[in-house]
């Protein structure tokens, strides 16, 4: 079993709420640095975004503002990994992705008229052109978590 010796590690708790929005953009600033490409890192940046915003839209809609959303991003010379955990109700992410991918590939497809689900068609993006591993998955403690990992170089 390897070991990765960690660079960064580190954990935000938010309120479920898009106000807090600006709270984790300046946090997630932090992880813009070496080993990171910039390319790489907005492309996480991104992912937390549309993440969080889906937490607090459709996962949280019908929690308490107050509801806690965790981020978690842990960075090694190997791997940038980011975890987000949500109290909603389980979503099946691995069928949303198949339903995103086939109507995606319609050449009739219009993202605009998708508004609602652009946070899944980025994650699909990002999972077929960019390389990501994601998932969504139950916790224990009746959490979710959405999962995203980048391999930086090859072990």
């Not at 010379?77 to 949500?86: A, K, L, P």
């Not at 497809?109 to 591993?133: M, Q, S, V």
Request: hydrophobic share 40%.
């Amino acid at each position: 079993m390897k070991t990765h010796v960690l660079i960064h590690n580190s954990t935000l708790q938010v309120a479920s709420d898009l106000d807090a929005m600006t709270t984790i953009v300046e946090w997630f600033d932090q992880f813009n640095h070496i080993p990171i490409t910039y390319q790489l890192w907005l492309e996480a940046q991104t992912a937390v975004i549309e993440g969080f915003t889906n937490v607090v839209r459709h996962a949280h809609r019908y929690l308490s503002p107050e509801t806690p959303v965790e981020i978690n991003v842990q960075i090694s010379q190997e791997f940038f990994e980011v975890c987000i955990w949500d109290q909603g109700d389980i979503f099946d992410f691995e069928l949303a992705l198949e339903n995103f991918h086939t109507e995606v590939s319609d050449r009739s497809f219009n993202p605009l008229d998708h508004e609602a689900h652009w946070g899944c068609i980025f994650l699909l993006k990002l999972r077929k052109e960019y390389g990501w591993t994601i998932s969504y998955n139950r916790e224990s403690g009746n959490r979710n978590c959405l999962w995203l990992q980048k391999t930086l170089v090859n072990s």
